[in-house]
C-alpha cells in the first residue's frame, strides 16, 4: 500500500512539474514569446497583432451564503492573432486584464 502511494506522489509531482513546459511559445523574428512575458514585452518583440477583438465578460462567484452565483465584476478579455507565414500557424494570444493567460495555435 506504501508503495503505490509513493507511485501516485511521484506521478503527480511529474505531472506538476511538466504542465508549465508544455506551454506554447512562437517566434517574432530573432524572439520568443512565451505566456510568461508582459504584454508590453509582447509588443516590443512582436509588434501589433495582425487582428485584436476585445471583450468584457463578467465575472461571478459563490454568494454569501456559498450557494448560487452572485456577478462580482467585469474581466476585459483581449484575443490578439499573429499571422506568420504562409508556412506556419496564426498563433493566438489570450489576455484577461492586461496579463497573458495563454498563446497557441489558432484552430
Same mark, same amino acid.
Given at each position: 500500500m506504501? @508503495?503505490?502511494?509513493?507511485?501516485?506522489?511521484s506521478l503527480s509531482a511529474f505531472l506538476f512539474v511538466a504542465a508549465p513546459a508544455?506551454? +506554447?511559445?512562437? /517566434?517574432?523574428? $530573432?524572439?520568443?514569446?512565451?505566456?510568461?512575458? %508582459?504584454v508590453e514585452e509582447l509588443l516590443e518583440k512582436c509588434g501589433?497583432?495582425? @487582428?485584436?477583438?476585445? +471583450? +468584457? !465578460?463578467d465575472v461571478y462567484g459563490p454568494g454569501?451564503?456559498?450557494s448560487g /452565483?452572485?456577478?462580482?465584476?467585469?474581466? !476585459?478579455v +483581449?484575443?490578439?492573432?499573429?499571422? /506568420? %507565414? %504562409? $508556412?506556419a500557424a496564426a498563433m493566438v494570444v489570450t489576455i484577461e486584464d492586461g496579463k497573458i493567460k495563454?498563446?497557441?495555435?489558432a484552430e
Open positions: 506504501l @508503495h503505490s502511494t509513493g507511485i501516485v506522489l508544455a506551454a +506554447e511559445t512562437f /517566434r517574432c523574428g $530573432q524572439w520568443i514569446a512565451s505566456p510568461d512575458m %508582459s501589433e497583432p495582425t @487582428h485584436k477583438t476585445v +471583450e +468584457e !465578460i454569501v451564503s456559498g /452565483r452572485v456577478k462580482r465584476g467585469t474581466s !476585459i +483581449e484575443t490578439w492573432t499573429y499571422d /506568420r %507565414s %504562409s $508556412q495563454s498563446m497557441g495555435r
